[in-house]
């Protein structure tokens, strides 16, 4: 009577695996390696690393964080230790914002990389300054701002330098 428990539980057992496997592949890249997926409804948030003034066009570097985004808006959580460029553009009346790669490094230590196609809100403001509405642009740790997907993004595997 022993032999067809095995037997099922085996199959079993097989069968899960598999199912378990299939569902890990499907956010494997074609190294093998685990992407973390960004649907639109992901809740971002772009914290500033330090105080800034700009006075003419430049890239700055925030700290991206979820801000609370709804169950399955992320395949997994966004890593604590990520960074983002953002290209700050100065005009005469108002800043261009333009999101710029996001780097993050998970526990598991793979290094992940993403261009989102974003709009960036909140982050620092237009001051007026010799005479031009927008002369500089200042950025405040006390101010947050957000990244609004504009598509689904993927936060996707990088080869790591295995040079000493």
Request: with cysteine; charged share 15%; hydrophobic share 40%.
């Amino acid at each position: 009577m022993r032999a067809p428990f095995r037997k099922s539980f085996g199959w079993s057992v097989a069968v899960l695996m598999s199912v378990v496997a299939g569902s890990a592949m499907a956010e494997m890249d074609a190294s093998g390696q685990a992407a973390i997926t960004l649907s639109p409804q992901a809740r971002i948030s772009l914290v500033p690393l330090m105080d800034q003034t700009l006075t003419e066009s430049g890239t700055v570097t925030v700290q991206p964080q979820d801000d609370g985004s709804p169950n399955g808006a992320l395949s997994e959580a966004l890593p604590r230790h990520c960074l983002m460029s953002v290209r700050v553009t100065l005009g005469a009346d108002q800043a261009g914002l333009e999101a710029g790669k996001m780097i993050c490094v998970t526990e598991d230590r793979r290094i992940l990389e993403l261009t989102p196609a974003a709009s960036i809100e909140g982050l620092g403001e237009c001051q007026s300054s010799g005479g031009v509405a927008c002369g500089r642009y200042v950025i405040s740790t006390e101010q947050s701002g957000t990244l609004s997907l504009q598509m689904a993004g993927r936060l996707m595997p990088q080869p790591r330098n295995e040079q000493n």
